[in-house]
């Protein structure tokens, strides 16, 4: 019977929990979900990503879960006609161009990638429609130089990236300087060795900010004629989520609310900075 050191994710309480021995066989095979359901630490519930060691590699407080992989080759479609490898990813996409992407995923921007590593085009394009499966929509395309240069016209609507330079960004919303948020989750991506905890924490963050703003976007729906602070909107989140969220994190999640799910956000009363450049 093993036991590991827990800590909450909601409210920092720790204790030390037994996991059954017929459970902790299967982390020899990778990595190892458990679900902390209320009462077993404190009142919240969450799940628990373990290693083949033991260690706690993520913890994730949200209601839905995410299917674990279960080899470096993922299989990114039912069929297993098409593949991506992580390594590569990792090796030829540069963190900032990630970054990138993902913004203009959020902000349901169409995505064109330039890159002459042919090779990469069809792992490129299979990563992404993994990472954002169940979640976001993906319009994404990765070609050569040349065949851009050939067919610009065809890409007016595109979000155009090359390496870690923006070749085009319609209405200039991509800013290197406010994707704080973005290279976070990118950073937690990279820093993650195991291919599978990786993958795991990169679906789970985006998963995060879909489902926040969807809740975030019915809020405003339902609740017209109120006046909007942050605090209610931080304070229905956390009674939905049981999850902590602070003000910078917000202004992200109330982006994708304008831009993804195009909501007309209402006037936040009451705070300076909440999306002070929307």
């Known amino acids: ?93 540069p963190k900032l161009l990630i970054a990138y992407i993902l913004k203009s995923i959020f902000f349901k921007k169409k995505v064109l990638i330039i890159s002459d590593q042919e090779f990469l085009s069809d792992h490129i394009s299979n990563f992404f429609n993994y990472v954002i499966k169940n979640s976001f929509k993906v319009d994404l395309i990765v070609i050569t130089n040349k065949e851009y240069k050939k067919n610009k016209k065809e890409y007016k609507e595109h979000s155009i990236f090359m390496g870690r330079d923006i070749v085009r960004d319609k209405n200039g919303l991509i800013n290197p300087k406010k994707l704080e948020i973005e290279k976070n989750i990118v950073d937690k991506f990279f820093a993650e060795n195991d291919v599978k905890a990786a993958l795991i924490i990169l679906r789970n963050e985006i998963n995060k900010a ?69």
């Open 1 to 93: 019977m093993a036991k590991i050191d827990v800590r909450c994710p909601t409210c920092s309480e720790w204790k030390n929990i037994e996991i059954p021995d017929d459970v902790t066989k299967n982390s020899k095979k990778g990595l190892l979900t458990i679900n902390i359901t209320s009462g077993m630490i404190c009142e919240h519930s969450f799940i628990v990503y373990l290693d083949k060691n033991l260690v706690v590699r993520d913890c994730f407080v949200a209601d839905f879960k995410i299917e674990v992989p279960d080899e470096s080759i993922i299989q990114a479609d039912k069929n297993g006609a098409d593949t991506f490898k992580l390594d590569l990813i990792k090796l030829n996409m």
């Open 210 to 278: 879909f489902e926040f703003s969807k809740i975030i976007n019915s809020y405003i729906k339902d609740s017209k004629g109120i006046v909007f602070t942050s605090k209610k909107i931080l304070n229905h989140l956390t009674e939905e989520c049981n999850e902590k969220i602070t003000i910078p994190y917000l202004n992200f999640l109330m982006e994708i609310v304008k831009y993804y799910f195009e909501a007309v956000l209402p006037k936040i009363d009451g705070t300076t900075n909440l999306l002070g450049s929307l």
